[in-house]
Each structure stands twice: as structure tokens, then as C-alpha cells.
DNA sequence: AAACACTGTCATGGC
DNA sequence: CGGCCATGACAGTGT
């Protein structure tokens, strides 16, 4: 059964073979002369057809490679095909420990109690000894991987060549974890240099509301009050600083407010607009910049809130916010207003005659027409359409700092994700990696093997450092010698 | 006082 | 072409 006949086949064809001139990168020819039959023993012949088998299958795994930063470069390996699939081997992760990167693996017993369990392919080899001592060589052929570049031999030496070489590239650099924290959302907020602009006085004034280039100054009743005729014509009754809005008096206020009411008998005072919603600018969601987390300063938008509901509740029309003070602590929430925004006083100084949430919130057609209802002068139309220029702003920068924080929060989560996911694929990688040193580890062991079984006619031992064998594209093994085969590595 | 967060506003570009 | 929207930048305000 165990015929060694059926297993030096290949080299003997071998030896034929490379009789032939030609045949092996320069016709280089060494008749291998293979000790058959009984005459060396059964007992080393079993043996050798073991490691032969085993060989044969580790040949195989001549493709699997893990490609390690500049540590394991072998066009060899890379021209070999097909790939024997990874699983097959029985990935080093399912066990417990890893096998030993090293060539620890000198004995057989150690093959059977790791190499098995790592390469159930050998592992089936091993254990169907006989039938695959019965192959003949086209069988044992056929588990031999063609080559994918027939002028380019495969040699089992480069793989021999490869096993001092160490895998230094197995260490993987660990996931940059401080990224995630540096990506803070300070540091996509913060614009340099915020503060080294600094505004003139009628750059501030802009600030207050005027518009610069879409509307004319004189639609700016600030700037109007003491240069636009047409400004100087309104008079409201009261004086403010809009540059000091926490100044304005409580006497000043409570004439606007006072001034206000006077609306209520407009077709659209700004009660009959709703009280709540009545000048008061589109809030669409209080919660958009501080999402699911109530701030101190959500707090007290609530309470600033609450309070103007009690304003209105008392009929006034005063929406008491202004555009930093919404979120000013109230002193005397109950008694004292906070201060109108900049837009609704002068909305108010300039008699607009509707509210602020119409304005900012009807659509354009409805808008337009609600401007024909009044005779408005030229700057009141400017304030209008400033406010709801403003306005509309006010709410798009709202949702578009929500969306943005939303973005990053986002983008947090899937950094950590993707670190989560390198430092997986780190671990795998070194764990391939250390599989596939055992496997060059056994195979050079196998190597050695068989050559210490190959004799030649005289009943010598090849010299393994004067032959390697070779496998041609057929499936062929071939013995040649080594300077032949350093020349034909180059091709 | 400095740093930071929040907000409103303006300018700009795209639709 | 006007209106709307999105967004960067800036400044004011509060913590």
C-alpha cells in the first residue's frame, strides 16, 4: 500500500524530465535517482511520503500571504495561484494561544498537536495516508497548484529563504484614541483672530440691525433718527439707546408697550395676531441649540418665556427679548420685561402696523399683500422687509448650527467606530501574520525533510544547499541544482 | 480678566 | 431677477 514506488513517481519523472534539455530554465539537468522499492526501507519511506504529503499541501499555501509592511516580499508567493482559502487553515484566533512565530516545531508529535489543529488540510492528509499513497503521480499531480506564470518557476527555496525572516511589522500602531477628543467641537467652532476685528461705530450700528447692502441706510430708523428725514418725521414718544438696550428705562418701556397698544385698534394690532405669537419672532425650537441637554440657559428661556406669557397675559404686546437679552437673567422677571429686541423697537418706533411673526413667517405672496393693506413709507418697507430678512436668518442660522452640531456628533460616532474597527483589523492582521510563520515554519521543516530522504544514485544525500526542488506549471516536482535555480529566480 | 458657549447678524453663494 | 436657504465669519453677551 505504502509503495514509496507510488510516491517517488514525480521524481523520477523528474529525473526524466530533466534529462530533456530545455526544460528547466536553461535545460539544466541533475537525474535524481530515487531509491524505490524496498531497497530503503518502508519505515523512512512512510515517513517520507507523510512529509511528502504534507509538504504538497503546504506547497500550496505558497499564496497565503499576509502582506506586512515591507516585511515579507516574495514575487514567488505572489505568481503562485490560486489562493488556498484562509478558513481552511483554521485561523490561530479560534485557539487560545498562538502558535509560536518561531520554528519551534521540530518534531512530529508537535506537527500532530498543532500543525493538525492548524491546517485541517494537512490534517486530512494525514489521516488518508493510504489512499493517497495509492495516487498516482497525475493524482498526487493534481493537488499541485499550477503556476500562474509558466516561465517563472516556483521554487519551494524561496519559501526556504523565508524562513529566517522575521515579522517585524506585526506590531500595529494603536489607534490614534486621543482623535476623537481632539476633534472637539471647540475646535471647529473657534474662528481665529474673532476678536481682532473691531468694528467702527456704524459697524456696530450694522451689527444693531442696519443693513448694509440690501437695503438702503435710510431704512435703518437708528441711523434714520437724526439723518433720514424721513425717520425724523416719526415720533414715538420715547428715546432709547440701541446700543444700550439694558438701558432703557422702565418709564421708556412702558411707553412702548403703551405705544403698542395703541395698535390694538389696527385691523392687525399685534394682539390680534395672536398674543403669544405676536411679536415674536419665529422660535421654531428653543431646544434646536441645546439638543436633549437643558442648559442653565435653557432654563432660563423657559422662565424669560414664561414671564412674557404673563406680559401678555396682561395685554401687553411687548415680546421682551431682545436679541442677547433673551437669555438675561431676569432681576425681577415678574415686574420687569426684558427689553425689546432691537427690530421689534423699531418696528415700534416706526409704527409698523403689524406683527413681528407676520412678518417674518407669512409667505411672500401673502407678505407682499399684506404691505399692500397699509400705506407704508419707504422705510418702514425697508425695516419690514429687514426684519423679515432677519428674521428668516435668524431661524436658518438656528437650524444650521443644529444641523452642524448634529454632524459632528455624528461624525464623533463613526470615528470611534472606525478606530473600533483599525484596531480589530490590527489584531487580525497579527494574528494572520503569526499564522502564517507557522506555516513557514513547518513548511521549511517539511523541506528539510524530504531532502534528507532523497538519495542519489550512489545512495547520497542531496545536499539542501546544493538543490532545491521545483514545481512546474504541470504540477510537476523537480529536483535542481541550486546555482541552476539562483539563475532561474530572476525570470 | 480670559476662555468659552450661545446667539444674532451680515455677506455670500447656490437654487 | 427676486426670494429663500445654508453657511462662514464676526461681534455682543452671559457664564
Known sequence: MCSTANYVLPLRRTCEVLATPGRLCGGVSM?????????????????MDMAWQELMAITELQEFEVSAEGSYETPQYQAMEPMVPMGSYGMPQNHPEP??????????????????????????????????????????????????????QPSLMALRGQMNMSCTSQGHRRANACLSQGLSRHMLWTTPGQSS???????????????????PPLASPDNAVGSVPGYQSVDVGLTYSDGEPDRMTEQARRASIHYSMNY??????????GAHQSYYPPQPNLSHAQPNVPTPRSVKQQGQVTALSDLY???????????HSIYTKPQDSISTPAPLSRD??????????????????????????LLTQYTLTDTQLALVRDIRRRGKNKVAAQNCRKRKLESIIHLERELNQLQAQREHLAQERLEF????????CHLTELYAEVFSHLRDE??????????????????KIYLVPQTNMQKCEPC
Open 344 to 369: 421689534e423697537r423699531r418696528a415700534l418706533a416706526l409704527k409698523i402696523p403689524f406683527p413681528m411673526d407676520k412678518i417674518i413667517n407669512l409667505p411672500v405672496d401673502d407678505f407682499n399683500e
Open 313 to 323: 397675559d396682561l395685554g401687553m404686546s411687548s415680546r421682551g427679548s431682545s436679541q
Open 197 to 215: 476685528h473691531t468694528r467702527s461705530a456704524d459697524d456696530l450700528e450694522s451689527d444693531s440691525g442696519l443693513s448694509l447692502g440690501s437695503t
Open 99 to 152: 502558535p509560536p512565530a518561531a520554528c519551534e516545531l521540530s518534531t512530529a508529535d508537535t506537527f500532530d498537536g498543532c500543525y493538525s489543529e492548524e491546517v485541517p488540510v494537512c490534517h486530512r492528509l494525514g489521516t488518508n495516508n493510504e489512499s493517497l499513497y495509492g495516487h498516482s503521480d497525475s493524482q498526487l499531480n493534481q493537488r499541485m497548484l499550477p503556476i500562474s506564470s509558466p516561465s517563472c
Open 458 to 475: 550512489d545512495g547520497q544525500p542531496y545536499s539542501i544547499d546544493e538543490y532545491c526542488l521545483q514545481q512546474t506549471p504541470d504540477g
Open 31 to 47: 537525474p535524481a535517482n530515487f531509491p524505490g522499492g524496498k531497497s530503503h526501507g518502508a519505515p523512512q519511506d512512510t515517513e
Open 264 to 273: 390694538q385698534n389696527q385691523p392687525h394690532s399685534y394682539l390680534h395676531s
Open 433 to 440: 501574520q503569526r499564522s502564517l510563520d507557522f506555516i513557514k
